[in-house]
């Protein structure tokens, strides 16, 4: 039982075999992904000088076209991100990258220290290689459509802000899963798999209080119309919240949104100031009956379980892998320890896991439809149409995505289709 099940390949699989596959699902990934986007694109310059005829009394033409514009241009831009994030995957496996890491590192520092020093040193390197795409995302395609409100001041001083916390709360997380790894014998996964989600539900619990308010300002809903009906809404909900809040979102971004964030007697409702300041009362009481819905039909707490059941198989997976040499060997890195291990796992793991994607995708759009039902039940169907709409238009969301690659990538239903259930739900009440 102990014998990992990995042990037991035939002994002609060997580290050439385990280059080839993971070659092979690399290109093929990555093709996928390039053939998509390239669709997407072409379908919405396709469709740019056309309304869908949905939409026709509501969207103009010139809405119509920016959001085609938009997209198309965060589109490119994602491709050009794809492309750079296999180029660093082959520099950093089979192109030597870690090896040259960790050549630089084992001589300098023992144990724990050099595998902090290697996991660091992958993030800098990362957030490096990312940085000028970030910079051209926020500073070029934002502000040429008119969202962006960041100055690079205040771009340089999040990035430094989400850094140091990154490495306060993120050192002494990754010296314990390295020790866990070492000290706990063969059943090191499942150790890790408790701290990891202990850590994590911790972490839900103490992110709005403790650290959002590192980055926004929260400042409690006024007294008024707006607040009158969401106490009312919550209250004919049977839903209980420690507070209602107004997050500064126009700081960063003319983009507009609301959330909640914690859970338990933690839960806080957030409002972006662009949100309020777009839509009418009933519109956002539409919306937060949306929000509410995800709570009331156990969307979150689905979510939740899904990502413990994911992490537990991932590490018990990476438990069978952690003593097969071709592991190693096969991605370019000549030594074997528990911090490489980690790294190349969670390095590579996409490749092999693309296919869950559409999979997530199609679960995520049941929910938004399962939300917007309650939303309808609870609220008015036509308020949320209307909030629909305008958060379509003011954000330049595109209404006419490519059909698959929506079906693979998009978390929410095309906007078509959303409005078509809630006509039908708003009809039947
Ligand atoms: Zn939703």
């Known amino acids: 039982m102990k014998t990992p099940i990995f042990a037991q390949l035939p002994p002609t699989f060997v580290t050439q075999d385990f280059t080839q596959i993971f070659l092979a699902c690399f290109a093929l990934t990555l093709g996928i992904r390039l053939w998509l986007k390239r669709r997407h694109i072409r379908f919405i310059a396709s469709h740019r000088e056309q309304v869908p005829v949905e939409f026709a009394e509501r969207i103009t033409l010139d809405s119509h076209r920016r959001a085609a514009d938009y997209t198309i241009d965060r589109n490119k831009a994602a491709v050009?991100?794809?492309?750079?994030?296999?180029?660093?995957?082959?520099?950093?496996?089979?192109?030597?990258?870690?090896?040259?890491?960790?050549?630089?590192?084992?001589?300098?520092?023992?144990?724990?220290?050099?595998?902090?020093?290697?996991?660091?040193?992958?993030?800098?390197?990362?957030?490096?290689?990312?940085?000028?795409?970030?910079?051209?995302?926020?500073?070029?395609?934002?502000?040429?459509?008119?969202?962006?409100?960041?100055?690079?001041?205040?771009?340089?001083?999040?990035?430094?802000?989400?850094?140091?916390?990154?490495?306060?709360?993120?050192?002494?997380?990754?010296l314990a899963v390295l020790w866990l790894m070492g000290a706990m014998g063969d059943l090191w996964w499942l150790y890790v798999w408790l701290f990891w989600s202990a850590f994590n539900l911790l972490l839900m619990f103490v992110y709005p209080t403790w650290i959002a308010p590192l980055f926004n300002k929260f400042v409690p809903l006024e007294e008024g119309d707006m607040k009158a009906r969401v106490e009312a809404l919550l209250a004919r909900c049977g839903f209980r919240s420690s507070g209602l809040f107004v997050m500064d979102g126009s700081k960063r971004s003319s983009h507009g949104n609301a959330y909640f964030t914690g859970f338990g007697d933690n839960k806080r409702i957030v409002f972006f100031d662009t949100l309020l300041t777009r839509l009418d009362p009933p519109e956002v009481e539409a919306v937060l009956a949306h929000e509410l819905g995800h709570f009331r039909r156990r969307h979150v707490a689905k979510r939740l379980v899904m990502m413990f059941a994911g992490s537990l198989t991932f590490l018990w997976l990476l438990g069978q892998l952690i003593d097969a040499p071709w592991f190693y060997a096969g991605l370019g890195v000549d030594a074997q320890n528990t911090a490489l291990a980690l790294i190349l796992f969670f390095l590579v793991m996409p490749v092999f896991t693309f296919p869950l994607t559409p999979l997530m995708s199609t679960l995520s759009r049941r929910h938004e439809f399962e939300a917007d039902a309650y939303a309808a039940e609870h609220a008015a169907a036509d308020d949320l149409i209307r909030a629909l709409v305008k958060l379509y238009r003011d954000n330049a969301a595109t209404l006419t995505p490519d059909p698959l690659h929506s079906l693979f990538y998009d978390s929410h239903p095309p906007a078509a289709q959303r409005i078509a259930h809630l006509q039908q739900q708003g009809s039947r009440s």
Do not use: C
Request: hydrophobic share 60%.
């Open 80 to 174: 050009l991100g794809i492309a750079i994030d296999a180029g660093l995957l082959l520099a950093l496996t089979l192109g030597g990258g870690l090896a040259a890491l960790h050549a630089f590192w084992a001589p300098r520092l023992d144990g724990l220290f050099y595998g902090l020093a290697m996991i660091f040193s992958l993030m800098l390197i990362s957030g490096l290689v990312d940085l000028p795409l970030s910079l051209y995302r926020q500073f070029v395609i934002e502000a040429r459509h008119g969202f962006n409100r960041m100055t690079l001041g205040l771009f340089f001083a999040d990035l430094l802000k989400q850094s140091l916390l990154g490495a306060l709360i993120g050192a002494p997380v990754i």
